[in-house]
């Protein structure tokens, strides 16, 4: 009984590991943009996707702890049914009938998360100080990522990836004439989780938990630079600069103001494997009125979007974006959709 409870609701959790980089932070905004902003970078994300962007901070500037949760659409409808039937669920649990269980949940569950599903849940918070032409800043960061796969025959494939990191930063800038120059790096340090739950098994019926909650370390630096004139800037990020035979490298032009800013983005520019297509990124962000700011973006062919209210002390974002896995533009790809929950 304990064997396929734990089973299925780890599917409805939808946990597996994919090829994920946990050293780069996902943020939810930078995701609705069509994860573009190595040439915006004009806010706290830019310690994740340009260190360069915050060398003009003046003064104190922060992150409070947030908790962005992403879902695929079949583990989302699955999760919002079983929310709403949880009475008739608790009280299969409490009956003891492991058989009547697992009928009722694969009848009712199983076309939702048939193939494959996804999840990504991420948190950070970050504190720094910015002297005019130069700062500093520190902060953690984790992310859960996978996949689960449950096919129309009840094989179940499930696994886990997590890791947490802290790091620290400080960015420089300098005035040529009128263009101005940023310079930045990213040191972090943390810990991988490389498989939390690990099951592969023919049946459902015959699911175990299997947890492995071995770790291990891991350390590596992100390097960046920005060229502004104006409102125009162009900017790089050489990502896992230590660990990294061919270079992972994006480059991005933006354009950014007080209530508007676009940006195009290149990523892996030196991977061969990618079409110039799926290596594409654009997007826009727009703050209608002080409370309320929308995204919205193309990655790799597919549309991203997504609002955000601050009310008050809190912040609520939802949105849609989606995780490119192959070589071309359209291809390999997983719809998620998003909510973000903060502090301000």
């Known amino acids: 009984m304990k064997k396929i409870t734990i089973g299925i609701l780890i599917v409805l959790l939808s946990v597996s590991i994919f090829a994920f980089d946990t050293g780069f932070y996902r943020s939810v905004q930078t995701l609705e943009m069509g994860e573009t902003f190595t040439g915006i970078a004009n806010n706290q994300n830019a310690i994740f996707y340009n260190p360069a962007g915050i060398a003009n ?9 947030e908790v962005n949760v992403g879902m695929s659409e079949g583990l989302g409808n699955a999760v919002l049914k079983a929310l709403s039937n949880w009475n008739q669920i608790q009280s299969l649990i409490q009956s003891g009938n492991s058989t009547a269980l697992t009928i009722y949940l694969i009848q009712n569950y199983g076309p939702y998360l048939q193939n494959s599903n996804s999840l990504l849940i991420g948190s950070d918070a970050l504190i720094g100080y910015g002297f005019g032409n130069f700062s500093i800043a520190g902060g953690a960061f984790g992310q859960l990522w996978g996949q689960s796969i449950l096919t129309q025959y009840n094989t179940l494939s499930l696994n886990a990836l997590a890791g947490g990191y802290a790091f620290g930063m400080a960015a420089f800038s300098f005035n040529v004439g009128d263009l101005k120059l940023n310079v930045g790096g990213t040191y972090r340090y943390g810990y991988v989780f490389p498989q939390i739950y690990s099951i592969n098994n023919e049946f459902l019926l015959v ?11 891991t350390s590596n630096v992100d390097l960046g630079t920005m060229i502004s004139y104006g409102n125009l800037s162009f900017g790089t990020l050489w990502h896992n600069v230590l660990n990294q035979s061919t270079p992972d490298v994006r480059i991005g032009l933006g354009y950014k103001s007080d ?26 962000s727009y703050k209608i009125f002080d409370f309320l700011t929308l995204y919205g973006g193309i990655s790799a062919g597919w549309f991203t979007g997504g609002i955000e209210a601050n009310l008050g002390p809190v912040f609520l974002n939802l ?9 071309y ?10 909510v973000q929950v903060g502090i301000q």
């Open 207 to 217: 699911a175990d938990f299997n947890p492995n909650l071995t770790y291990e370390s």
């Open 329 to 338: 533009a359209g291809y390999n790809y997983q719809r998620m959709y998003t």
């Open 319 to 327: 949105g849609t974006y989606v995780l490119n896995y192959g070589n």
């Open 57 to 65: 901070s003046k003064g104190f500037f922060f992150s409070l702890p």
């Open 259 to 284: 209530k508007f800013s676009a940006g195009v983005d290149l990523e892996n520019v030196f991977n061969e494997n990618y079409t110039i297509y799926r290596k594409l990124h654009a997007g826009i």
